[in-house]
């Protein structure tokens, strides 16, 4: 199990400043998270692991501290 | 937490950073920069204040590379960076950027670039509030 922290736009979206998924992959993350919010394909973000983004496909480990974050809106 | 700060930054950590930061006298230049909220309209609402959210661990970080980055690149005697989290409010300060150089040369493109770093690269949000109890958030790229 996965757990995800959500900020921005998406909170609303989601509903929730934090989530858990099954998947043990990012990009079965992102599959799942789209089977549970479809409307998230109208919307921009990225992903984070451990407070690094990340582009490509990653194994995950439920230790993984894994965030999706719209684009930034400071200052 | 070392550069988000809770609520607007006050007039009094300006005035202690004029104090501190000026002590020295091998450096000839600070240039700052603030960023206030702005009493915005959005179709016919007024913004009453702006709500900041952060990946705080991470937006700490970020900022540390940016200070880092800027520090050894172009030589800088100092970078402090602050950003409010939580409630700003029309009017007050939610961005506090103080450089410091030994000569002005560099001073003024650097502090932008600094500024445009803090707004790419730092995991922050805001949302507009409005005084009937709405929110809009802020899409940057728009």
């Known amino acids: 199990m996965i757990k995800l922290k959500v900020f921005g736009q998406l909170t609303d979206i989601i509903e929730s400043e934090e989530i858990v998924l099954e998947s043990s992959s990012l990009d079965d ?45 400071g200052g | 937490m070392k550069h988000l700060h809770q609520g607007p930054i006050p007039s009094s950590l300006i005035a202690n950073l004029y104090e501190e930061n000026l002590k020295s006298s091998t450096n000839g230049a600070h240039a700052i920069f603030l960023g206030q909220v702005r009493a915005d309209k959005f179709s016919d609402h007024n913004v009453e204040a702006i709500d900041y959210s952060a990946y705080n661990e991470m937006a700490e970080k970020e900022i540390d590379k ?31 950027v103080w450089l410091k150089n030994k000569h002005r040369k560099g001073s003024f493109d650097n502090l932008k670039k600094i500024v445009e770093s803090v707004k790419f690269n730092v995991p922050i949000w805001k949302k507009e509030l409005f005084k009937d109890g709405s929110h809009r958030w802020i899409d940057e790229r728009k």
């Open chain 1, 29 to 73: 993350l992102k599959k799942e998270l789209i089977r549970s919010y479809p409307i998230l394909e109208k919307y921009s973000y990225q992903f984070s692991v451990n407070h690094e983004i990340v582009f490509e496909n990653k194994h995950l480990n439920p230790e993984d501290e894994i965030a999706i974050l719209p684009p930034f809106a």
């Open chain 2, 66 to 96: 940016i200070i880092n980055y800027f520090k050894e690149t172009e030589s800088l005697a100092e970078l402090i960076i602050y950003h409010s989290i939580g409630i700003v409010k029309a009017g007050e300060v939610s961005l506090l």
